[in-house]
């Protein structure tokens, strides 16, 4: 025999139970749509250069991490191959579409021919007018073709490790603030790689 309250029991458990699997349905949406929106902003293919062979491996932290603002880049250029790393602050929907927008426009500035640090400046200033509140770590390296010089310019990001020939390691610690804080970023620094040398971002 059902009382009153047991029926009110149970069409609150029901109630319960239809908000929870409408929460995950669209958790799971948001998460494939996000993802996929990712994975659409990373570039399809690698460049072949005779200055330089380039390797990438993207591997989300986990499964609830998976979606965000990781980004590479990598692109050749009249004065070399820019190569570029870069996290835009967050886990959601909103930070893989502003890694987006400064992805494309990484690519923009590296084919206009702008040095390592202008096309952070440039990225900062385009951050603070259209995303304000977003920050991005990026870290930019320009392979010269003409030489045997790598420029650095590290926006916040992890440094980079170089190995050379040798088998001799060091990082480049050398960085400026943070994209989307609107502050000046300082020169790329200039660093001499002999050939066969190795660079991990």
């Given at each position: 025999?059902?009382?009153?309250?047991?029926?009110?029991?149970?069409?609150?458990?029901?109630?319960?139970?239809?908000?929870?699997?409408?929460?995950?349905?669209?958790?799971?949406?948001?998460?494939?749509?996000?993802?996929?929106?990712?994975?659409?902003?990373?570039?399809?293919?690698?460049?072949?250069?005779?200055?330089?062979?380039?390797?990438?491996?993207?591997?989300?932290?986990?499964?609830?991490?998976?979606?965000?603002?990781?980004?590479?880049?990598?692109?050749?250029?009249?004065?070399?191959?820019?190569?570029?790393?870069?996290?835009?602050?967050?886990?959601?929907?909103?930070?893989?579409?502003?890694?987006?927008?400064?992805?494309?426009?990484?690519?923009?500035?590296?084919?206009?021919?702008?040095?390592?640090?202008?096309?952070?400046?440039?990225?900062?200033?385009?951050?603070?007018?259209?995303?304000?509140?977003?920050?991005?770590?990026?870290?930019?390296?320009?392979?010269?073709?003409?030489?045997?010089?790598?420029?650095?310019?590290?926006?916040?990001?992890?440094?980079p490790l170089l190995r050379s020939p040798d088998g001799t390691t060091r990082y480049v610690r050398e960085h400026g603030p943070l994209l989307g804080l609107g502050l000046p970023h300082p020169p790329a620094r200039r660093v001499t790689m002999a050939?066969?040398?190795?660079?991990?971002?």
């Amino acid at each position: 025999v059902t009382t009153l309250d047991d029926e009110q029991l149970l069409t609150q458990l029901t109630q319960a139970s239809a908000l929870a699997l409408e929460a995950l349905r669209s958790y799971s949406e948001e998460h494939a749509l996000a993802l996929t929106l990712q994975r659409s902003f990373l570039p399809e293919r690698l460049p072949e250069t005779a200055r330089a062979d380039l390797a990438v491996r993207y591997l989300p932290a986990s499964e609830r991490t998976e979606i965000g603002g990781d980004f590479y880049e990598a692109i050749s250029t009249a004065d070399g191959l820019v190569v570029a790393v870069g996290d835009v602050a967050g886990h959601s929907l909103d930070a893989a579409m502003v890694m987006g927008q400064v992805r494309h426009a990484l690519r923009a500035y590296a084919v206009e021919g702008h040095a390592p640090e202008a096309i952070l400046d440039r990225l900062d200033h385009l951050i603070t007018s259209v995303a304000p509140g977003a920050t991005v770590t990026l870290c930019v390296l320009l392979i010269e073709f003409d030489t045997h010089v790598v420029q650095v310019a590290n926006a916040g990001h992890l440094p980079p490790l170089l190995r050379s020939p040798d088998g001799t390691t060091r990082y480049v610690r050398e960085h400026g603030p943070l994209l989307g804080l609107g502050l000046p970023h300082p020169p790329a620094r200039r660093v001499t790689m002999a050939p066969g040398s190795l660079v991990v971002l």
